[in-house]
């Protein structure tokens, strides 16, 4: 599946780069359709693959709703019981796409608040429903007493009741959920080790996704990656999870499952930790959108609004470091973890899934410090691949 655009003289130069390079060139895709476009462009397969967005869609996103605002165990066991089905047939669908490429599922990332409403959002809403529910009280008295029925569908009071208790219990769920440093607080694994069943319910639609697949004759590969990782020990409370679902789901569809386990690295102490991570994990991606924030000390929103273009134009940084990778001080780190974590296992498969991974720099400072791929979006593969050979090239001189 070659993009319409792409000449027989481009298509040649990028299997020419292939065959060079040193790094394998994997695509960013949250969808089955992404997917497809990634395989069009020439990826090698998927690096990151965003739980989250999955769920953004009209018919899963109140469903997420539902969970979060559960008031029991029981509650939210039940939401997830209906998004099982739809996260499974996902991957499903986007292992058929790559087969027989890997595919790497981050777990659910962002905290929970980030699917609801704003907590002003939800008050402007009650205030406009108060003032709805007082006219729509006056309009049907005023019917009444002209002896004129409402139609069965027009708006009651009692439903317009019902909605503002809605915005209300999901404006107190939202209250309870505020943070005040919100990307630094209950988010990644963090949030799966607090609600062991969300991340329970993600690793079941990844193994049967694997084992309906496999079924069906269709290779797959795919890699569970839990992110915002700070200790070992979070890893092997996950890691424990999914050998207990994957030893069930091996007896109930007769077939061995194979399933690599990993750490996305975007904090600091991952880093220096990487050596008893890699006693857990079987592979590393660098996050390094998160990575710089936390390197940095910076939030990207507030630097790159305030002072982050002053510091470039007068050469306090020479670059913006969410635009081009940070070699002295991130990738420091990144070099660092790298050894670190191959001295503990050699065999450690390490790469990278941010935004840099599509930057030729980048590109270049990954391979020099022994990274096996980079990720990307789509539409940059080409270009990653073409950087990825020169890199090899311009080494080898």
């Known amino acids: 599946m070659i993009p319409p655009h792409f000449s027989d003289e481009l298509q040649t130069l990028l299997t020419w780069a292939d065959d060079v390079a040193g790094l394998e060139v994997l695509a960013n895709a ?12 020439g990826a090698m397969g998927i690096g990151l693959c ?15 709703v539902e969970m979060i605002l559960a008031s029991t165990t029981e509650e939210r066991q039940q939401a997830l019981d209906k998004l099982l089905p739809i ?14 490429r890997p595919v790497t599922v981050r777990l659910l990332d962002p905290p929970m608040h980030e699917f609801l409403p704003s907590a002003q959002q939800l008050l402007d809403d009650i205030a406009a429903l108060h003032e709805y529910r007082v006219a729509v009280k006056g309009q049907t008295t005023a019917f009444q007493a002209l002896g004129v029925s409402l139609p069965d569908d027009a708006p009651r009071e009692e439903l317009i009741t019902s909605v ?11 209250q309870e959920l505020s943070e005040v440093n919100p990307m630094l607080g209950h988010r990644g694994v963090r949030l799966g080790i ?11 639609a990844i193994l049967e996704a694997t084992a309906r697949c496999l079924q069906d004759g269709i290779q797959v590969w795919p890699e569970i990656m839990v992110p915002q990782v700070i200790t070992a020990r979070e890893l092997v409370r996950i890691k424990q999870s999914v050998e207990a679902l994957q030893q069930h789901i091996e007896v109930q569809y007769r077939r061995k499952l194979v399933c690599k386990f990993g750490s996305m690295i975007e904090t600091v102490r991952a880093c220096l930790q990487a050596d008893t991570l890699a006693e857990v994990a079987e592979f590393f991606s660098f996050g390094t959108n998160d990575l710089t924030q936390a390197t940095f000390s910076f939030s990207r929103e507030d630097a ?10 007068s050469q306090l940084l020479p670059e913006n470091p969410f635009e081009v990778l940070d070699v002295e001080g991130m990738g420091t780190l990144m070099q660092m973890a790298v050894a670190k974590g191959r001295q503990t296992n050699p065999l450690l498969k390490v790469g990278i899934c941010g935004e840099h991974g599509g930057h030729p720099a980048a590109i270049r400072f990954c391979y020099q410090i022994g990274l ?8 940059r593969v080409p270009v990653a691949r073409l950087a990825a050979a020169h890199a090899t090239l311009l080494e080898s001189r």
């Open 194 to 204: 607090t609600y062991p069943a969300i991340y329970e319910m993600q690793i079941r």
């Open 87 to 100: 996260q499974r047939e996902d991957f499903m669908q986007m292992f058929r796409v790559m087969s027989p």
């Open 164 to 174: 503002i208790a809605k915005k209300q219990q999901m404006l107190r769920r939202v």
């Open 304 to 313: 790159e609004s305030k002072f982050l273009p002053l510091y470039t134009a």
């Open 50 to 64: 965003r739980t989250e967005r999955m769920f953004n869609a009209s018919d899963r996103l109140p469903l997420m």
């Open 30 to 41: 949250d969808t089955p359709e992404a997917a497809i476009q990634a395989v069009q462009y």
């Open 372 to 379: 096996n791929y980079v990720s990307c979006s789509a539409p």
